[in-house]
């Protein structure tokens, strides 16, 4: 039983060597509009299947053999602007076939935009009758309509960047490319802001920048103190301080950290404390006056009132 168990798996490795044999003596062909027909030679041992994976690419002929042989196969005419790429598969190897369209124009070719983004158009042109499509290749990036005919114009919309290395992105537009550069930030933080309580308390932000890049740390708050470094270059993890927040409001300070601004908001001291010195006093028969010092939370509010009719505050 086991000799036989054997000699089946050597069996079943055999033909998948077999199976696995087979080459192509070229990997890609490239046609017009028009179209055309064009054979692939296969070479090797072994059975093998060819299918198409696209509607406009058809198997003529050679569509399964044994051992050395040649697939024949025909490329429809493309209707359309937009280049177009197929796939044969031959025996488990990947036979590639572009096609390119009708010849579109677009105007511009390339735009820039720096850190926050913006929109943009572009005009198309076209035979009467051609369609194009427009797909942005980034997903920074959209574009509107997705689609067209002859001449038109399509729109797009550059997202926001906080990255301090310069992206670049493109759209297709009718087998064109349209390329989108966008600058970066010269300095980037993480996080941009943070909301701590009344308490004092360290901060740690991380600064993103170009090793070339000279940032300076400017606190726009007394409260609000720089703990290590003042000045350096490229990424650094910088620790700040705050002060506890004696008041009873809320507060907000910023840090200018080279081009970017490092916002902290403190939360204002939740109970109000409150005293007053003396706290009793005597006086004449004949009546007196004096005064009495009120310590309280600053911006925390305070009434005085007198409780006896023979008393009064002025």
Not at 151 to 174: F, M, P
Not at 295 to 300: F, L, M, R, S
Request: aromatic share 8%.
């Amino acid at each position: 039983m086991k000799k036989k168990l054997i000699a089946m798996l050597v069996a079943m490795g055999a033909a998948m060597y077999t199976m696995a044999a087979v080459t192509i003596t070229t990997s890609a062909k490239t046609f017009q509009k028009a179209g055309g027909a064009a054979s692939v030679v296969v070479q090797g041992d072994g059975s093998w299947t060819a299918t198409s994976d696209s509607s406009w690419i058809v198997i003529n002929s050679g569509s399964s053999g044994t051992g050395a042989g040649s697939v024949v196969y025909i490329v429809n005419a493309n209707a359309t602007a937009d280049t177009r790429i197929g796939h044969i598969n031959i025996g488990g190897n990947t036979y590639t076939v572009t096609q390119y369209g009708y010849d579109a124009t677009i105007s511009p070719t390339s735009a820039t935009f720096d850190r926050y983004g913006g929109n943009g158009s572009i005009s198309v042109t076209v035979d009467a009758g051609v369609s194009w499509s427009a797909v942005a290749n980034n997903n920074w990036i959209t574009v509107s309509p997705a689609s067209g005919m002859s001449v038109g114009t399509v729109n797009y919309t550059v997202a926001e960047y906080s990255g301090v290395v310069s992206r670049i992105g493109s759209l297709t537009i009718g087998g064109k490319t349209f390329t989108v550069n966008q600058t970066g930030v010269d300095v980037s933080l993480s996080p941009e802001s943070i909301t701590k309580d009344e308490n004092a308390d360290v901060i740690a932000v991380t600064i993103n920048a170009l090793s070339t890049t000279q940032w300076t740390v400017t606190p726009n708050a007394s409260w609000i103190s720089v703990i290590d470094k003042a000045t350096g270059y490229g990424d650094y993890v910088l620790t700040l301080a705050i002060n506890a927040n004696p008041s009873f409001a809320r507060r907000t300070g910023t840090v200018s950290i080279g081009t970017a601004t490092f916002t902290i908001v403190q939360e204002g001291t939740k109970t109000a404390s409150l005293s007053i010195t003396p706290e009793t006093a005597t006086a004449a028969a004949s009546g007196a006056y004096g005064n009495v010092a009120v310590y309280a939370t600053p911006d925390a509010a305070w009434t005085a009132e007198s409780t006896a009719s023979w008393l009064t505050i002025s």
